[in-house]
């Protein structure tokens, strides 16, 4: 059972390049939603989807868009990548919405960006 | 999203139990109380949730006040992979548009 599986795990980006972070769950789930966490500044929301087609802007969405084209996969993308984003990013994905059910975290994607 | 403190740190000796504690004094009553783990160099886990009332599972126990403005999370035997930061996030029951808020949390730190 894989759960939430991320790729890839380790990037090194150049400023102004682009790239994309896959988020894969097989637990069926209706809900995912993409994370970053900065030293000191703890978890925040990117992007969410509630199902497939449907994309939401969370806390921070300046800079990345999000696809859901399947129920299983949530992509992430940079289209001009900036120091700032560097990051460490989670995926992480629910049944339904959250609220009367856990969210399973993948093991996340460390980005740096020079 | 309705507030939670807790404390900054905590430490713990090995094969004791340990409670954190967390208070939510503004808590509605559609909000459930989720517990979050987060090991080093690792994604959050989820450890136990609850509404009003205890809850066990076989990582931790959940205790929550009568008046629901606090609660506590209980490990009953600290082992060295528990040492981690725990989240405590209130989490507002509505069919869309909710997320899960995370704030700093507490580390826990547990000596052999």
């Known amino acids: 059972n894989a759960g939430v599986t991320q790729t890839p795990k380790f990037r090194v980006l150049k400023t102004g390049q682009s790239m994309t972070l896959l988020c894969a769950q097989d637990?069926?789930?209706?809900?995912m939603y993409w994370y970053r966490q900065d030293p000191g500044m703890g978890l925040r929301l990117i992007h969410y989807?509630?199902?497939?087609?449907t994309t939401a802007k969370g806390e921070v969405p300046d800079g990345y868009n999000v696809s859901r084209l399947k129920k299983q996969n949530f992509l992430l993308g940079l289209e001009s990548a900036a120091p700032s984003q560097t990051s460490v990013y989670f995926c992480a994905s629910s049944y339904r919405a959250g609220w009367g059910y856990g969210y399973t975290f993948g093991s996340g994607t460390r980005l740096t960006v020079v | 999203d309705a507030k939670t403190t807790q404390p900054n740190s905590m430490e713990s000796n090995e094969e004791e139990p340990v409670h954190l504690p967390c208070n939510h004094s503004?808590?509605?009553?559609?909000?459930?109380i989720h517990w979050y783990r987060q090991l080093p160099s690792q994604g959050p886990e989820y450890v136990i949730h609850g509404l009003t009332s205890n809850v066990n599972n076989r990582m931790a126990s959940l205790a929550i006040a009568e008046d629901r403005k606090s609660s506590t999370l209980i490990l009953h035997r600290a082992t060295l992979r528990d040492a981690a930061v725990y989240y405590c996030?209130?989490?507002?029951?509505?069919?869309?548009?909710?997320?899960?808020?995370f704030g700093a949390g507490t580390i826990l730190r547990v000596k052999s």
């Open positions: 996030i209130l989490y507002t029951r509505m069919e869309y548009g909710n997320k899960l808020v």
């Open positions: 989807s509630v199902g497939e087609g």
């Open positions: 637990m069926n789930h209706e809900y």
């Open positions: 503004t808590i509605s009553g559609t909000d459930y």
